[in-house]
């Protein structure tokens, strides 16, 4: 079995801060992790995913995302808020070991950058 | 290459009547999703293909849901008959699935605003 939960409907943060928005998965065998964004009114876009190698993924637009196994973690980080970076944000995750290739996607984030 | 395409961006209809939504995925991808987000229930998987047969088909719905891949470039999702609560955007995506499975990154359509009365 797969999952992941995004514990914030929302984050707030002022344009220029740093933002983080959190994302902890659970799986069976080793997890693909992935981040989406979603602008108003379009469909998801990818930002950036987790399948091996260095734990500090680094995606589009400035987001990286860090992969900490033992706290079973993905979350998305930017150094620098942008007002274009409000979106609605995913996460998702697929067992990589697994036979199925359906990822399951939280239920998204509401990042809110204030000016 | 154009991205995941689909039509109509939106329609409105009343209860009863039959909706068809149509996905022309990426070229070369062989799998694709069917998904359906509201605000209450966020994003659902309903069906996925995978080199044009239905793999899981757990998130339909119920029978007046139906969904088809008849050729690598094409699928429908139709809904018969339609209801208000069938109300929301449903998305389609593509993406290419191997067996080493590192690039199953999903690419989503614009989605489609169904509106039922």
């Known amino acids: 079995a797969q999952s992941v939960a995004q514990p914030e409907d929302q984050v707030n943060v002022a344009e220029g801060n740093p933002l983080t928005v959190k994302c902890t998965y659970s799986?069976?065998?080793?997890?693909?992790l992935f981040w989406y964004v979603q602008y108003p009114n379009r469909g998801l876009q990818f930002l950036l995913k987790y399948i091996t190698g260095d734990n500090l993924v680094k995606g589009s637009y400035g987001f990286e995302a860090e992969f900490n196994k033992s706290q079973t973690s993905f979350h998305l980080k930017k150094p620098s808020a942008l007002v274009s970076d409000s979106a609605l944000y995913f996460c998702a995750v697929r067992d990589g070991m697994g036979r199925s290739y359906i990822p399951t996607f939280g239920r998204g984030t509401s990042l809110i950058v204030h000016p | 290459d154009a991205g995941v395409i689909q039509s109509p961006r939106h329609e409105v209809t009343e209860m009863g009547q039959e909706v068809t939504l149509r996905c022309k995925p990426i070229?070369?991808?062989?799998?694709l999703f069917w998904y359906r987000q509201t605000m209450m229930r966020g994003l659902e998987l309903l069906i996925y293909?995978?080199?044009?047969?239905?793999?899981?088909d757990s998130g339909m719905p119920e029978d007046r849901f139906s969904a088809k891949m008849p050729n690598a470039s094409f699928s429908t999702l139709k809904i018969q008959p339609s209801e208000p609560r069938d109300s929301a955007v449903y998305f389609c995506?593509?993406?290419?699935?191997?067996?080493?499975?590192?690039?199953?990154?999903?690419?989503f359509g614009p989605g489609t605003r169904l509106t039922v009365l």
């Open positions: 799986v069976s065998g080793n997890p693909y």
């Open positions: 293909f995978n080199n044009n047969v239905p793999i899981d």
């Open positions: 995506a593509s993406s290419q699935m191997t067996s080493g499975a590192r690039t199953d990154t999903q690419y």
């Open positions: 070229s070369g991808h062989n799998s």
